[in-house]
């Protein structure tokens, strides 16, 4: 099974890997018709409707194993391998193998596709950096020893700069352009590799600041997505607005970067959370029918 779509050839992913954070969201938002089974309807709902036209949808290990049923027929299966986010210590940054669930029981399970995720600072401590590394490779190891592929997502960051900063900003493009090609190397059996955008939109001319010209900006797409060595390239959305990601993915098709398509998470769904508050099961159902099949249906258009 393929996470690629036949017609395109591209991957058009959603999202919904999400554990406390979101679970804390809905419960806010659901105030005194909070139940525990929420966050698992909100994850099956998604599932179920917007799977209709993504060619994958990534799951965390927690609902993966029963909601594996869920998935419709054309939409192919990913779940995340680690623990839940808060569980990542501030200095180090590095993420927790899960408890519940190996590398070896993807495939029993009905998932083919393994994704991680690891916050990474191509400036850091070297020891630090090669700990990372480490964990990594072993990963890919076991991937290639179970047959299951392997999506990496390395968040980038910097020891110093504060993401948002225009100081960030100037750092970004070179900062995702060394992790794309840190991880590139064959050593970690890398297949797909799930990435950040190189800029930083508040900064660039025609979206926020006109700090960055728009052909600087191009430029950047482009660098960062020859560091890939050809393995695929998926844009994921980074807690941004949709019209926001969608602009993004604008600017990468207008780049004519080597894109393989998109991971989009909360750009898609972040406000179906307000309308299952508001309006319980039925109404996120509804939403997710019109809304959010919408976006997701612009998003896929952008690569017609």
Same mark, same amino acid.
């Given at each position: 099974?393929?996470?690629?779509?036949?017609?395109?050839?591209?991957?058009?992913?959603?999202?919904?890997?999400?554990?406390?954070?979101?679970?804390?969201?809905?419960?806010? =938002?659901?105030? =005194?018709?909070?139940?525990?089974? !929420?966050?698992?309807?909100?994850?099956?709902?998604?599932?179920?409707?917007?799977?209709?036209?993504?060619?994958?949808?990534?799951? !965390?290990?927690?609902?993966?194993?029963?909601?594996?049923?869920?998935?419709?027929?054309?939409?192919?299966?990913?779940?995340?391998?680690?623990?839940?986010?808060?569980?990542?210590?501030?200095?180090?940054?590095?993420?927790?193998?899960?408890?519940?669930?190996?590398?070896?029981?993807?495939?029993?399970?009905?998932?083919?596709?393994?994704?991680?995720?690891?916050?990474? =600072?191509?400036?850091?401590?070297?020891?630090?950096?090669?700990?990372?590394?480490?964990?990594?490779?072993?990963?890919?190891?076991?991937?290639?020893?179970?047959?299951?592929?392997? /999506?990496?997502?390395?968040?980038?960051?910097?020891?110093?700069?504060?993401?948002?900063?225009?100081?960030?900003?100037? /750092?970004?493009?070179?900062?995702?352009?060394?992790?794309?090609?840190?991880?590139?190397?064959?050593?970690?059996?890398?297949?797909?590799?799930?990435?950040?955008?190189?800029?930083?939109?508040?900064?660039?001319?025609?979206?926020?600041?006109?700090?960055?010209?728009?052909?600087?900006?191009?430029?950047?797409?482009?660098? =960062?997505?020859?560091?890939?060595?050809?393995?695929?390239?998926?844009?994921?959305?980074?807690?941004?607005?949709?019209?926001?990601?969608?602009?993004?993915?604008?600017?990468?098709?207008?780049?004519?970067?080597?894109?393989?398509?998109?991971?989009?998470?909360?750009?898609?769904?972040?406000?179906?959370?307000?309308?299952?508050?508001?309006?319980?099961?039925?109404?996120?159902?509804?939403?997710?029918?019109?809304?959010?099949?919408?976006?997701?249906?612009?998003?896929?258009?952008?690569?017609?």
């Amino acid at each position: 099974m393929t996470i690629f779509d036949h017609k395109h050839n591209k991957v058009f992913g959603i999202a919904i890997d999400a554990g406390s954070g979101l679970k804390q969201a809905i419960k806010d =938002a659901r105030k =005194a018709f909070y139940q525990e089974n !929420d966050l698992e309807t909100f994850k099956k709902l998604i599932i179920t409707s917007l799977g209709q036209y993504a060619t994958t949808i990534l799951i !965390d290990s927690e609902f993966g194993p029963h909601l594996i049923s869920r998935y419709p027929k054309q939409c192919s299966p990913m779940m995340a391998f680690e623990a839940d986010v808060y569980h990542i210590s501030d200095e180090d940054r590095i993420t927790k193998l899960p408890d519940n669930i190996k590398v070896s029981d993807f495939s029993r399970l009905g998932y083919k596709v393994l994704k991680f995720f690891m916050y990474y =600072a191509p400036n850091d401590n070297i020891e630090i950096n090669e700990q990372k590394q480490k964990i990594i490779e072993n990963i890919g190891k076991e991937c290639v020893k179970n047959n299951i592929s392997f /999506l990496m997502e390395p968040l980038v960051y910097d020891p110093i700069k504060r993401p948002g900063s225009l100081d960030y900003a100037y /750092l970004k493009p070179q900062l995702v352009e060394n992790a794309t090609k840190t991880f590139s190397n064959p050593k970690f059996n890398i297949n797909y590799l799930k990435v950040e955008v190189p800029v930083d939109l508040s900064f660039v001319e025609g979206f926020g600041d006109p700090i960055i010209k728009q052909k600087e900006a191009i430029k950047f797409f482009k660098d =960062a997505s020859i560091a890939a060595s050809g393995i695929p390239l998926l844009y994921l959305s980074a807690g941004v607005s949709f019209e926001w990601f969608k602009a993004s993915l604008k600017m990468a098709v207008k780049a004519e970067v080597d894109c393989s398509g998109f991971m989009c998470g909360r750009a898609i769904w972040s406000e179906a959370i307000k309308v299952f508050g508001e309006q319980g099961e039925e109404g996120l159902n509804s939403w997710l029918n019109t809304t959010g099949q919408n976006r997701l249906n612009e998003l896929i258009s952008l690569f017609n």
